[in-house]
């Protein structure tokens, strides 16, 4: 029996790696060999020096918590002076905060007197939506930025910059209140000239004698252009949201304006207080369904951590930074060279024959690095010299720490995303189905289908499916119907004993039944309209305002 189960194992296995091998032969080779970003980190005595205090969150949720005002908020932009850091290159000594690549310590103290000014000189006596729920389809592009000051706070075009709130590699990210919407947004605040000069740090390793061809570097600065052009294409509820751009030609600095997400980083590491399982399990089935999503679209994201993984005020996870992912084309990316975070990082990733790998299976490890990490606390391999945690994660085995105890099905998860032979780690697929994700099969994912075939609705897309409906109540219907994915009439009523006389009867759309249910079942509808008249064009904005294609995952 055993032996048979060997057997089974054996043949899987060999099937995965014929399933890699392959699409290694068929796909054309496209390499891809980002710098790592990370040797530019600036040393952390540098970076604490830009930590600021941080707010509890629930001094983050809406302005009227803002009691104290400090007047003294940031009066200028301030980039954080990088040195080019130490390099991950062989031997070089990281300290172990650098290889999980904490954010700047922040701690929650008193951001909330820095916060603002901005906010309260603009606050509606009434409310103040701080949660972007209505997200333009894509992101603007913005080539003229017009730079404001007075005594509280810097206003770009119609963005108030407010404290920072986090600090990334190239850059810093400022919590910035848009005047317009009058919501709150993350602002990355990028310096052209400090990106380009620190490209200077890089040098393209020599070329190798039967080794993969290395790949034009790209340049920092091409790579946040790759960013925002990756960033452009999604929308999903478990990915950051990329609102604007605020790229002025005459601008030393460049703005990628985000939702902002307001209860940040799921876990900085190490930490005493990881995630008990429940938690874990929540957010690690949001974190699957926006790396899904990612995959669908043809994205690998190579950073996937817990700091990169930001937590919404409705307990959603949506991923962020994508400063070193890639697209790629037919059904994976194929990959040379390291980027991302040293101790998230793949064995195959840091083989020194510089072979190709695959850009999933990455993505599915460091899924499993941060599985691990959310429930311990601390990642399984750490070193800190880069060398030797290279070592370690080509060879170690995953140790799991005697506390916090935790489930078998959660180990034998981890143990089997963490297999250090790629061919032989389950897949993403596999990972949904795993009895530990679905509880034994009682909550299950949603399919591929359901969680990547996201409605999006264009303007023009509106604009046109109100030529095409000129009556309101048509419209309604088709909408309803399509919301439903069904043809049937979502508002005639139903008696449990429903006979095919009694649905003929009912079936008209111009039935009093129908509409007083249809106002029952939508707001859309004005009390005061008059259903059988044709609608104008005020009419069909209200109706389809009011009755907007809803996310399946909402
Ligand atoms: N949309 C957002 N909403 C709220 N906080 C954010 C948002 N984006 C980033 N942050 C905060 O800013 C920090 C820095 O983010 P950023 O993406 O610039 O860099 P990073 O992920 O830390 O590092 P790097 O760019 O080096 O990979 C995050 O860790 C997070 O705390």
Redesign the pocket.
Known sequence: MSKAKGTNRNQTAFFKQLFWLNHLRRQKMEVEQVPD??GT?APSEVRTTWALADASPTSLKAPDDITNVDTSGPSTISIPEQSPGPSSSSGSYLSVSHMV?Q?SDTTHNNRRLVRSKAVCDDRPATSCNFVPDQMPSGPTQTKTVIQTKNDSYIQLNQYRLMEE???????I?KLAYNEKDRNLY?M?VLDKLKLVKNFACFRPPPARKNKAPPSVLKNPLQLVQREIAILKKLAHPNV?KLVEVLDDPEDNYLYMV?????R??LLELPTDNPLDEDTAWKYFRDTLKGLEYLHYQKIVHR?IKP??L?LSDTGQVKI??F?VSCEFEGIDAFLTGTAGTPAFMAPEALREDSSFYSGRAQDIWSLGITLYALVFGQVPFSDNYVIALHKKIKNDAVEFPVSPIISDDLKSLILSILKKDPGLRIMLTEIKTHPWITRNGTVPMLSEQENCHLVTVTEEEIQNSVRVFCRLDTLILVKAMGHRKRFGNPFRQQPATSSLRIRRTSSSIKDPAFYSAMSAASSAVKPNLIPDRPCNDSDLEDSIETMSIRNPQD
């Open positions: 970003k990370k980190l690549r954010q709130i986090g600090q990334g590699s190239y850059g990210v993350a990355k950051v985000f939702e902002y997400v307001e940040r980083s950073d700091s990169n930001l962020a930074d400063g």
